[in-house]
């Protein structure tokens, strides 16, 4: 075999092994991101069936809310070793001030791992209507008071929030709420625009308003490229916000305040996050 053949062989070979490795290196990737997807998933089923038999022990012991923290945190502790995801938490002792209306910023499906880490004891969740009729975890947060409200029916959002109102303050209990209403998928740290409700909701309930704040953790998750390579996830809770000088008629003002202060907030950790 004359030389000119073997460097072409050579050459043949490596040029297959490094395309077999490129596939390999890109279903790699894509397969990485769906398998901590279903365990993340797996997790959630596993912890809304036990959420579903700690409600009755709950709600006999009239602690109906406390069922939420308990799982919360066991989904938090149980899946995030298993899809590559740590905390740096900042503030959380703001989180012992309450009753009161707890604000978060909403990126992503992972925000439900992360919220589960920083859930407070005696709160309930405000969630979109639709996730009422999931198997499993619609029965457990039920069970667990949560508040559905329905944002496509003007009468029934403001009866549902006048009924949570009066839940919340006969029981003692701080709210969770996304006030930006969706996910904002952002791959820089930004808000999208506040929804007026959840103030609303604070003004009526005579409450102060928790804000938590979630760095930017696009380069840790992102959904879009099916991207999950893992890390840390910095989260700070800020002070309590006073609600006493406002009404329904500024509470504009209120909104833009919060808003503005979680956004300086979030910019501060994002940035920290990724000079880490």
């Not at 709160?123 to 198997?135: E, G, I, N, T």
């Not at 006493?244 to 209120?254: A, D, I, M, R, T």
Request: proline share 5%; glycine share 6%.
């Amino acid at each position: 075999m004359s030389e000119t053949t073997l460097d072409i062989s050579q050459f043949n070979l490596y040029l297959q092994l490094g395309i077999a490795l490129l596939i390999f290196f890109i279903i790699y990737r894509v397969f990485n991101f769906h398998v901590k997807a279903v365990i993340a998933i797996g997790w959630m089923l596993l912890l809304s069936i036990y959420g579903c038999i700690v409600a009755v022990f709950c709600a006999a012991a009239g602690r109906r809310a406390m069922t939420n923290w308990l799982v919360a945190r066991g989904y938090a502790y149980c899946a995030s070793p298993f899809v590559g995801v740590t905390f740096e938490i900042e503030g959380d002792e703001n989180l012992k001030k309450g009753p009161a209306i707890v604000l978060c910023n909403h990126q992503t499906s992972l925000d439900v791992l992360i919220m589960g880490r920083i859930f407070p004891k005696d709160c309930v969740v405000m969630s979109k209507q639709s996730l009422k009729y999931v198997p499993f975890l619609g029965n457990f947060m039920r069970l667990a008071a949560a508040v559905f409200i329905d944002r496509k029916n003007h009468e029934s959002a403001l009866r549902t929030t006048k009924n949570a109102v009066e839940f919340i303050k006969e029981n003692k209990l701080s709210l969770w709420i996304y006030p930006e209403g969706t996910r904002s998928h952002f791959s820089k740290p930004d808000l999208l625009p506040f929804k007026k409700g959840a103030f609303h909701l604070a003004l009526q309930a005579d409450y102060p308003i928790i804000p938590i704040v979630v760095a930017n953790y696009n380069h840790i998750y992102n959904s879009r490229t099916k991207q999950w390579p893992g890390g840390v996830v910095k989260i700070k809770v800020l002070p309590p916000i006073s609600t006493e000088k406002y009404s329904p008629e500024n509470v504009g003002e209120l909104v833009d305040y919060t808003h503005g202060l979680m956004l300086e907030a979030l910019k501060e950790i994002s940035n920290d996050s990724k000079t880490d």
